[in-house]
């Protein structure tokens, strides 16, 4: 393996060799980035497996050797050196195509573990492949990774040719996207895509974590830390080490674990509870979240600090009302899938009239709305077609031309009318007191959609959505809350003010 090392300081440069050359690597260094660059054209496309760089050199910047790269059409990775404190360089830097980034003072443990990511190399129980089963390794599960997340639409392919460009680097990545639209699927892709395909994906839902336990979950904790702590445990940064930590519903988290993960993600250090010490953390962040993050750093609800952080590279998964022309080999797959964990032969097909319906359905609930569908659908299949009745969809979600086109989980006044009204009345919420009645000779239309009390009747409204979602998923609230795009905390929230589940006499007056 050769690698490069730029730096204009002597004594910096001369440790930074030494530390390599010990590692077995082949090393040359330049202390300009004139100097580099000449290096770099004199040993030829792919010559160096990655090259090292500080951010500040005495005739420019690393980011210009990153330019020069990209607009020659080299492919050697990238690590650049920041000063201390400088997060924006960072930032910078991944953004321009760095696989990584490293602060001064450079910590050496991390320094080696940094370049080992970088060049790919993998345990020695895998190195003893042969080489070509070793590039058949690494293809396989790429072409894999890629052909789960299905589709022809542009945005589809759009996020696929994201996903396989992001996957290079440890820059972080944030997935934006509703409720059911396949985030983790995204995150599991860029994972599997990575050098880091051989080490662990670790997915945690930091909405389903009671606030007092995240510390402990996260960063693990030592024996006596407190009362039950009986033995030593890790977190979640310990079990991805060297591989991935997906942080799904990233929004959910408290400010105060919001600042914890920060110095993490800055350090790159580990303490846990009840230790003195702290470990150095080597795992690619993966975040997604529901919300717009940028309004609830507005808000006050979100560290900047962290938002920036985290918001290097951002992937959005499109909602499958908006890629209908996917929706055919979506089926196809999710069918197949299903099927064969059922043990059913052959797979049942949609009949054409209930793939129609389904084309001019909703999905509020995006693709894991549509794998439910399918789900119940097998199992109430008595043949080897799936018609119209067993998929059971709700009529007022049906796309027509009076739909509401501000989509959101819970619609607006003039949606669900609009819906109710193309029903034929039916699925109407129940009268809430107050509602106006009609006046003398005026159209019972138009009193209908003016309630006297309008904080009342929409409470009546959502508290029919919720309850109908929740039948319908069998009472599962962390589901019922997915379909809807709430997070289990936000629908636990809307239960208890609504009295959901509650008896009728227990049920609050939206106070």
């Known amino acids: 393996m050769r690698l490069l090392v730029v730096d204009d300081e002597p004594d910096l440069r001369t440790l930074y060799e030494l530390t390599l050359l010990r590692e077995g690597y082949d090393v040359d260094s330049a202390g300009t980035v004139e100097e580099a660059w000449m290096l770099l054209q004199e040993a030829g496309p792919g010559a160096y497996q990655l090259m090292i760089t500080d951010m500040r050199l005495p005739d420019g910047t690393g980011l210009d050797l990153l330019r020069r790269l990209e607009n020659a059409g080299r492919s050697e990775k990238a690590v650049v050196i920041t000063a201390y404190g400088s997060p924006e360089n960072a930032v910078e830097a991944l953004k321009s195509g760095a696989y990584d980034y490293l602060t001064k003072p450079v910590d050496l443990r991390q320094f080696r573990a940094v370049v080992a990511s970088a060049i790919g190399r993998v345990p020695t129980a895998a190195a003893q492949l042969a080489r070509g089963g070793a590039v058949a390794a690494a293809v396989q599960p790429q072409v894999a990774a890629l052909s789960r997340i299905v589709g022809e639409s542009p945005a589809i392919q759009q996020v696929r040719a994201l996903v396989a460009k992001v996957s290079r680097s440890m820059a972080p990545v944030l997935v934006h996207g509703e409720s059911g639209t396949g985030k983790e699927l995204v995150a599991r892709a860029i994972h599997d895509c990575s050098p880091r395909a051989r080490g662990p994906f670790v997915a945690v839902n930091c909405g389903a974590i009671p606030e007092q336990l995240l510390e402990s979950e996260f960063f693990g904790y030592r024996k006596g830390a407190f009362t039950g702590a009986n033995e030593d445990r890790e977190g979640f940064f310990q079990a991805a080490l060297g591989g991935t930590l997906f942080l799904d519903e990233i929004g959910d988290l408290p400010l105060q674990m919001q600042s914890k993960l920060l110095r993490v993600i800055q350090e790159r250090v580990v303490r846990q509870l009840g230790s003195t010490l702290e470990t150095p953390t080597n795992?690619?962040?993966?975040?997604?979240?529901?919300?717009?993050?940028?309004?609830?750093?507005?808000?006050?609800?979100?560290?900047?600090?962290?938002?920036?952080?985290?918001?290097?590279?951002?992937?959005?998964?499109?909602?499958?009302?908006?890629?209908?022309?996917d929706l055919p080999p979506i089926i196809e797959y999710t069918l197949a899938r299903i099927a064969r964990d059922a043990g059913v032969v052959p797979v049942p097909q949609l009949t054409s009239d209930a793939l129609q319906q389904l084309l001019s359905y909703r999905f509020p609930g995006n693709v894991r709305e549509l794998e439910n569908l399918l789900h119940r659908a097998l199992a109430l299949a008595s043949g080897p077609d799936i018609g119209i009745d067993e998929l059971g969809l709700t009529p007022e979600l049906m796309q027509d031309s009076t739909f509401d086109s501000g989509f959101s989980p819970l619609g607006s006044l003039a949606g669900l009318e609009a819906r109710v009204q193309a029903a034929g009345g039916h699925n109407m919420p129940p009268p809430v007191p107050g509602t106006a009645t009609p006046r003398h000779g005026e159209p019972a239309e138009a009193a209908a959609s003016l309630p006297e009390d309008l904080p009342a009747y929409l409470d009546g409204v959502e508290r029919d959505i919720l309850e109908r979602a929740l039948e319908r998923h069998r009472y599962n609230r962390t589901a019922a809350g997915a379909s809807l795009g709430l997070s289990l905390r936000q629908m636990r929230y809307r239960m208890a003010r609504l009295g959901v589940g509650a008896s009728d006499g227990e049920r609050g007056e939206g106070a």
């Open 283 to 325: 795992v690619r962040l993966i975040s997604a979240t529901h919300r717009d993050l940028a309004q609830e750093v507005q808000g006050g609800r979100f560290r900047q600090d962290l938002f920036y952080r985290l918001n290097v590279i951002r992937v959005t998964t499109p909602p499958l009302r908006d890629r209908l022309m």
